[in-house]
């Protein structure tokens, strides 16, 4: 039965639920709190019951995670309260063809405080209950966050540039953590670090912050809404552009290490490989920073080298003949340069499709995409809609982190794979568009669309800006189906025997993971015990940002948003170890 949003009093709804779930989970009573749930209800918590990250779904996974935690107990969780604020309340929103109540609450533990959030569905029986309840911890009693400073220091006495140089001090001589790339997610965790008390140092190997984004294609723009990928702490000016442009966000990030008060030695990497002692809780780490070594002794290490790590390069027979230019989509800076020349590129996704259109604006001969199986594409206006509904632009990015941090993945992806119809209606022009010009398309290996796939792969599709326009006239040929096999000294040769002429082979083939630009780093036995770093684990939970499997050794991988939701997450870890509150 559908209700209408507008005759839910979604307060009096919230209070009925609250207050059963919050009987049962403070009285310990497993079946009570399996009661407020549907039958395929999930329950997502971050570190309130296991230090981990954890997405149960239904009552008989919900059940056995509770009560083998070893802290489901009477009194364990306490002081469960509703919470409102000026973004976030109460509130009945659309669900599909449902309304469903959204229900903000917070909780303490003996440690801890945290927040909650549930969304409710009615029954059939007319009872509201949970399809999801996520509760997360925001911070340990006594160790809490700091907001902000005074700004005044030693009685009015010393001077802000004194009190930073004795700071900035400390931290290289003596760094608790070293975080290893100022990319969006590497400053990110630095910053949390700071505000939580711990001395960071960051290690950059290009010359300047944001060096990352400037050394990238001159047209590439940010695919995600401003508020989606603000950096935490610090939100854009009201005149920001809605979606990014690489170098806005390369001079921002290096604003933001300059706002922030991070200590970043740039052109610096780690020489030699680290050493951890077990005794100590300490790594010896040698960095070369600039030319000069220096020897730091960090209890934890933080991978923040980006999801992607080295290019992937496909190697082919027959390079010696080839005639023409190749490179990595990586190595591209604009498409100047080819004007009048027959140019491929092999792949189809975002980095393919924006460096055709660069191409063909600059004048290129010819221009053909190799698409060698499927691609998801979604137009740049769908994107931006959806996003707008978590994202708003008048409210701030911590509310949309709130709301969509709380909905577990795995969930999120049966959402997602029940709308495949929809999404293929929604972009039906588009599509056309790219049929005609010869392009395969999918929904993804399980029909569940681009922003899942952006989680699970991080890649595999394209988020289109014009590019189909381009197709649909023939300014940019699909070559679809079949991959290259070999050089000939004037373009490539293809397994399907066919062969194309080329001056100029672009490779947008991706990357290599985290995984292996680490393994460079510590080797295979620091990394035996290590598993997957990047993506989703079989609950839908990420692979960073939690431990690794290597004490003192962490990994945070992925876009600004996942760095603003969850390295408070990793840094409350990193407290719960020194104060002994959580082993590994």
Known sequence: MTIAQDSIDPRAVAHAWLTAFADAITNGDVTGIVDTFLPFGWFKDVLTFTWNFRSLEGPEKISAYLSDSGKFAPGYISSVKPYEDRWVRPSAVPAGKQTSVEVPFTYETPVAVGKGYARLLEGPEGRWKALSVCMFLTDLKGHEEQQFESGIYGGHTLAWA??????????????????????????????????????????????????????????????????????????????????????????????????????????????????YHEDSRRWDVTINRNGTKATVHPTYIVMATGGLGSPVLVP?????????????????????????????????????????????????????????????????????????????????????????????????????????????????????????????????????????????????????????????????????????????????????????????????????????TALKIFGEDTLKNIGRLHGLDQEGEFNAFRPSGHPGLWFATGAASIARMLSKPLVIQLKALDLGLMTL
């Open 316 to 516: 082919l027979p027959g390079f010696s003949e080839f005639k023409g230019t190749t490179l990595h989509a990586q190595d591209y800076r604009g498409g100047i340069s080819y004007e009048g020349k027959n140019v491929v590129v092999v792949g189809a996704a975002n980095s393919s499709i924006d460096i055709c259109q660069d191409l063909c604006f600059h004048k290129a001969k010819s221009v053909t995409m190799i698409q060698r199986s499927a691609t998801c594409v979604i137009g740049g206006e769908t994107v931006e809609k959806h996003l707008m509904e978590i994202f708003k632009d008048d409210e701030p990015s911590t509310v949309g982190d709130l709301k969509f941090t709380t909905l577990p993945l795995g969930l999120y992806k049966k959402l997602e794979m029940a709308r495949t119809q929809e999404m293929w209606e929604a972009d039906k022009e588009l599509f056309d568009k790219l049929r005609k010009g010869g392009l395969k398309l999918y929904m993804g290996p399980n029909g569940e669309g681009q922003s899942v796939m952006a989680f699970e792969r991080g890649g595999g599709y394209w988020i289109d800006k014009g590019g189909a326009d381009l197709i649909a006239r023939g300014e940019i040929k699909v070559k679809q189906g079949t991959e290259p096999s070999a050089y000939t000294p004037s373009g490539l040769k293809f397994k399907d025997g066919s062969e194309l002429e080329a001056d100029v082979v672009i490779f947008a083939t991706g990357f290599m993971t985290i995984r292996e």
């Open 162 to 275: 004194d009190v930073y140089a004795e700071r900035r001090l400390k931290v290289e001589t003596d760094p608790q953590v070293l975080i290893v790339g100022s990319s969006q997610v590497g400053m990110t965790v630095a910053a949390v670090c700071k505000q939580n008390g711990y001395r960071a140092l960051l290690i950059e190997k290009t010359p300047r912050v944001g060096d990352i984004w400037r050394n990238r294609y001159p047209t590439l723009a940010l695919h995600t809404t401003r508020r989606q990928h603000e950096l935490l702490y610090q939100p854009y000016p009201t005149t920001w552009p809605q979606f990014t442009p690489k170098d806005k966000f390369a001079d921002w990030s290096e604003s933001y290490a300059l706002h922030q008060d991070l200590v970043v030695w740039t052109s610096s990497q780690i020489d030699g490989k680290p050493v």
